[in-house]
């Protein structure tokens, strides 16, 4: 069955450390999403791609580092410096050739501080 | 700026009753509008989509949502609630292009 992977579902993390959260879909979608979600604040987009080797900033980026070297695959590295980090936290993908395209969302990381 | 307000983070009925989550949405032209779920711990599931073919839009589980220009809404109803209907549910707009806003959720607490 097509759809998206996240791994690991729950992480951890030591102070001053930096982790990578990993997203792998297989539904050929061109762009892929990676979206933060905080009780009562909904989701908020950090970085997005709509083609390989090329991505954009979202509302919260500064802290969060991404890449896109295969059209699969949209690892998220949650840096030392951003001092917040535990959340839940969501990829998502969907098709770009056009609007209104619905995004699908894998099942998310949870990632907690030691 | 294009937004997505849900009207209530918490809303109970019991079961059997009618669902009714609200949604509205600030858009200068008829944009795209989506209903999803989420249960605890997981991804977002899409439950409706509107795209402009229909102001009544079926979706999955029971659930509809009416699109209303002149109130600038898209709350989702469904009939009759069921124990499994529990979760927390999203509107989403796409007013040009394809940014998502999301709302900031509704939870729903169906009690037996």
């Known amino acids: 069955d097509g759809g998206i992977t996240q791994s690991p579902k729950y992480l951890f993390r030591k102070e001053g450390q930096n982790v990578t959260l990993s997203c792998e879909q297989n539904?050929?979608?061109?762009?892929m999403y990676w979206y933060r979600q905080d009780p009562g604040q909904g989701l908020r987009l950090i970085y997005y791609?709509?083609?390989?080797?090329?991505?954009q900033k979202g509302d919260i980026a500064e802290g969060y580092s991404v890449s896109r070297e295969k059209k699969e695959s949209f690892p998220l590295t949650v840096t030392s410096a951003q001092k917040n980090p535990t959340a839940f936290y969501l990829c998502a993908s969907s098709i770009f050739q056009q609007g209104g395209q619905p995004q699908h969302f894998g099942d998310g990381t949870r990632l907690s501080i030691l | 700026a294009q937004s997505v307000t849900q009207l209530g983070s918490h809303v109970s009925v019991s079961e059997g009753a009618l669902v009714l989550l609200r949604c509205n949405y600030s858009s200068s032209v008829p944009p795209y509008l989506f209903w999803y779920v989420q249960y605890p711990n997981q991804g977002l599931q899409l439950l409706l989509k509107?795209?402009?073919?229909?102001?009544l839009v079926k979706g999955i589980n029971g659930f509809e949502a009416e699109f209303k220009k002149s109130e600038t809404s898209f709350h989702l109803t469904k009939p009759s609630a069921h124990m499994s209907d529990a979760a927390e549910y999203f509107c989403?707009?796409?007013?040009?292009?394809?940014?998502?806003?999301f709302g900031t959720g509704t939870s729903l607490t169906v009690i037996p």
């Open positions: 791609s709509q083609i390989v080797n090329d991505f």
């Open positions: 989403a707009v796409i007013p040009t292009g394809n940014q998502f806003y």
């Open positions: 539904l050929n979608h061109d762009a």
């Open positions: 509107y795209t402009s073919a229909a102001t």
